[in-house]
């Protein structure tokens, strides 16, 4: 019975971690994950949901611990990671290789790593410099009910900001037509890159709570399945603090896994795919 429990528990087997990149330092996390072991005669039913809170406990703690972490960052020290990170990006054979891609727009009062650089280079059209220039999907939060959607830009002008102060593309252009889903399009995108809260060197990831990117991925990864698209990699862009030891971050079976981190001490590549695609 407890054998089976914990079973359900540790419901995700995550990638191996295999890192490449000298190691970034480590937040070490005031809370260790211990697993609720629920009583002899809980029924499943009680059993999963008291499982499921548990774990939901553990990851607003985790997040609270994080949160903190960031607002100690010094300007400096955060200028000089955002730096690195996004020079790490886009110098990068694999970013480079990218055509079309998913990238959040960073905001800057949810301390989170910037992306402006990597998106200006995304959207540069310079003349004689065209081959650069990315198809780019960003964020667009559709209701309460995790459903976010990705739509093309083409310029940063496409972006307005929405109730929760992030920027976001408005639904349809400035000609009045439906922008681009990436979810409608007939071509796969070959990379993601993914913002969150606490991350790990096997591939977890801790969000914002909202649920959004994991429904995201799970739509995306079932619809390039279903297209024999090869899967994007998933990449998240972390500041040091925000990798932890390898246990500290529950995980439920609804969180998708990523394929590789960038912090400012380099990639870490964590699935089959990163190692191959990001060598
Ligand atoms: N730049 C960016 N865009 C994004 C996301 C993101 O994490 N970053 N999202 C990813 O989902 C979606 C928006 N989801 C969000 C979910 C929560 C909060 C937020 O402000 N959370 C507060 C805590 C609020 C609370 O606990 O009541 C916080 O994290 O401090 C913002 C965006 C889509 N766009
Ligand atoms: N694919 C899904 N289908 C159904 N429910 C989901 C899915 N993904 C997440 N959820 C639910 O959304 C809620 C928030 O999930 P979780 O705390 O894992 O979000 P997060 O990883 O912090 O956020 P995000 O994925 O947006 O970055 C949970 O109740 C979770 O069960």
């Not at 703690?61 to 690195?84: F, G, M, T, Y």
Request: with cysteine.
């Amino acid at each position: 019975m407890i054998k089976n429990a914990v079973a359900t528990l540790m419901v995700r087997l995550h990638h191996l971690p295999l890192p490449r990149a000298a190691p970034a330092p480590t937040y070490r996390c005031r809370r260790h994950i211990t697993l609720p072991l629920p009583r002899p005669q809980a029924s499943a039913a009680a059993m999963s949901t008291a499982t499921e809170q548990a774990v939901a406990d553990q990851k607003r703690a985790l997040r609270a611990d994080v949160r903190r972490a960031l607002k100690a960052l010094s300007p400096d020290q955060r200028a000089s990671e955002d730096l690195a990170i996004q020079t790490t990006i886009m110098d990068s054979s694999w970013f480079k290789a990218s055509k079309r891609l998913c990238a959040y727009i960073s905001c800057k009062q949810l301390r989170e790593v910037d992306t402006s650089k990597i998106l200006e280079e995304c959207l540069s059209s310079n003349p004689g410099q065209e081959e650069l220039a990315k198809d780019l999907y960003v964020p667009r939060v559709e209701d309460k009910n995790r459903n976010m959607r990705m739509l093309k830009i083409t310029t940063m002008d496409d972006l307005v900001k929405n109730s929760m102060n992030i920027l976001e593309p408005s639904p349809v252009d400035a000609t009045g037509k439906d922008r681009e889903d990436v979810l409608s399009s007939s071509s796969p995108v070959d990379l993601l890159l993914l913002p969150g809260q606490a991350f790990d060197r096997t591939g977890r990831r801790l969000g914002r709570g909202g649920g959004y990117y994991d429904t995201f991925l799970m739509k995306y990864q079932e619809l390039a399945k279903e297209k024999g698209w090869n899967q994007p990699l998933l990449v998240a862009l972390s500041y040091s603090v925000q990798i932890m030891d390898e246990g500290v971050i529950p995980v439920n079976s609804t969180d998708v896994p990523i394929d590789a981190l960038v912090s400012s001490s380099g990639v870490i590549p964590i699935s089959a795919a990163a190692l191959q695609r990001m060598r």
